[in-house]
């Protein structure tokens, strides 16, 4: 019995150790989120909270213990009208004008009235609050567009993607080679097949969502479902671009973690990318995920979206042709 599971034992590490695609994946994914995180996350501590100082605030002598306040933010905005669109968003936790000796909180945010708090107690002058001229946002109305996103991103790649390689892995597509199907007709009905199931699952939670939560919705449903279809769409393609000619399980599985994961952090899912470095958010903005989280969440909460937000989407849609295109001219049955 020992001479048998040890000549198993020496034939899988054989497999793993001639199958070079993964073993190098598997050194190089875990090495590539820990220096992506050594600089996403770099510096002398994590801040606290951010806030947005509206008009000139250097010149502001009483104001300093503020700015000398560990783990805080600053971000400076000419325009208050922008800075308090961010606050109600929850992408800032308080605005601030030194100049007037004023102060923004969104008492819906927990974070934000923590910070006025921080705010009274370092800075000794009188100081008056200001109403908010857009409505106050509660977390939940601002998180669920982004949960909804994952979830299109992670059944898009996965269940496309993973599902193609498998069925060329085990001979499945080698068969269907000998039929009169066509490349092109089989992606069309995955992407089809796909598209339905994660509509419907999309569909489901938001219609639990906003009966058990009581979701804020200003914008047209029928607009946010043809966003998500859009964000879906892109995700399959991409996940078909992925699996058009790979056969190893693990290398699609690192390739589809690798995608997904940075996507996830970068596309403003859970929290906002407010305060961070210019070329983090440039590098944001490429991703497909954002636009169409960025869309659905100005659509949800402001029933309106400006001429930027539809060319955001307007390049999803382009990533999505281009996605299928090469997807389709790389796929080999075997």
């Known amino acids: 019995m020992f001479n048998r599971i040890w000549a198993l034992f020496q034939a899988r590490n054989l497999e793993s150790i001639r199958d070079r695609s993964s073993l190098i994946w ?5 090495l590539a989120l820990l220096v992506g995180f050594s600089v996403f996350f770099s510096g002398q501590g994590k801040v606290q909270y951010q806030i947005g100082v509206v008009g000139k605030w250097q010149q ?9 306040t560990p783990y805080l933010s600053f971000d400076h905005y000419t325009d208050q ?4 669109k961010h606050l109600a968003r929850h992408q800032l936790d308080l605005v601030v004008d030194p100049s007037h000796n004023r102060y923004w909180v969104n008492p819906k945010s927990p974070k934000s009235v923590m910070a006025e708090k921080v705010l009274e107690g370092v800075v000794k002058v ?7 001229s857009s409505r106050p946002i509660r977390y939940v109305d ?6 909804l996103g994952m979830n299109v991103m992670f059944s898009g790649l996965w269940g496309v993607g993973y599902a193609i390689v498998r069925y060329r892995k085990n001979g499945v597509l080698k068969r269907l080679s000998a039929t009169p199907v066509r490349p092109i007709e089989f992606l069309l009905a995955q992407v089809c097949s796909r598209l339905v199931l994660i509509m419907a699952i999309t569909v489901i939670l938001f219609i639990c ?12 449903v029928l607009v946010l479902f043809v966003i998500f279809m859009l964000g879906a769409t892109s995700m399959i ?3 078909l671009l992925l699996a058009s000619r790979s056969k190893s399980e693990e290398l699609t599985a690192g390739l589809v973690n690798l995608i997904s994961w940075p996507m996830m952090f970068l596309s403003q899912v859970w929290f906002s990318l407010e305060g961070a470095p210019h070329w983090l958010k440039y590098v944001a903005d490429l991703l497909p995920l954002t636009q169409v989280i960025h869309s659905a969440r100005q659509q949800m909460l402001f029933g309106t979206m400006s001429a930027s937000d539809w060319l955001g989407l307007a390049y999803v849609a382009v990533f999505t042709v281009v996605c299928l295109g090469l997807g389709a001219w790389r796929f080999r049955w075997r």
Do not use: D
């Open 26 to 30: 598997n050194i190089f994914f875990p």
């Open 60 to 68: 502001q002598s009483q104001w300093q213990p503020l700015w000398n």
């Open 81 to 84: 009208k922008q800075a308090e």
């Open 126 to 132: 009188p100081l008056t609050t200001a109403k908010l």
């Open 142 to 147: 601002w998180f669920l567009p982004g949960v």
């Open 209 to 220: 969502a906003t009966l058990f939560l009581h979701l804020t919705m200003r914008g047209s």
């Open 237 to 239: 393609s991409l996940g």
